[in-house]
């Protein structure tokens, strides 16, 4: 838990898994025009709207994680269905971090050079050793079902500096190949 938050009790979990329906449904032919996408030259992305106790806390359960899952990819799908011609080079995901689900995200990657950094492997300046993930799938382990649209790539982190280490999964989903 970050230091910053007191957890309290989280309520109107059911409202705020509402308000999420709705976000996600927003997204249905919805595409972002290009003059918004234009305003930052290499992706465009949006954070999941949720409370971090929803995705973290001691309340978070495991069924509501995979809902939340659930949700980021159909919004995913919404927009790549809503993808008009002019955005064909431009790759649109979603990005499932574990355990820190709270940096989950929709992302629309506008340079296919910034794309390919996220799923390459380590950046020895960085600090940062990264490697797929093969033995596993998210989808598989969390029953979380894939349209013929979306792909599954799944890397393994690990960020070091002096005694500071730092191990995440990142789950991306949609246009990958």
Not at 132 to 149: A, K, M
């Amino acid at each position: 838990m970050p230091a910053h938050t007191a957890e309290k009790k989280l309520r109107g979990i059911t409202r705020r898994l509402r308000a999420l329906h709705k976000w996600s449904d927003s997204f249905q032919e919805n595409f972002p025009a290009a003059v918004e996408l234009a305003e930052n030259p290499r992706y465009w992305n949006w954070k999941i709207p949720a409370d971090w106790a929803m995705l973290e806390g001691r309340q978070s359960t495991q069924s509501m994680k995979r809902e939340i899952a659930l949700l980021l990819l159909q919004a995913c799908e919404h927009l790549i269905r809503a993808k008009p011609a002019w955005a064909s080079s431009y790759r649109v995901t979603c990005l499932i971090c574990l355990p820190q689900m709270f940096a989950s995200e929709i992302c629309i990657y506008l340079d296919e050079a910034y794309f390919q950094s996220k799923i390459s492997v380590s950046d020895a300046e960085k600090k940062l050793s990264a490697k797929r993930i093969h033995d596993i799938s998210l989808s598989q382990t969390w029953q979380l079902p894939l349209s013929e649209n979306m792909k599954e790539i799944g890397m393994h982190f690990c960020h070091t500096e002096d005694d500071f280490v730092h191990v995440s999964q990142h789950w991306m989903f949609g246009e990958l190949s």
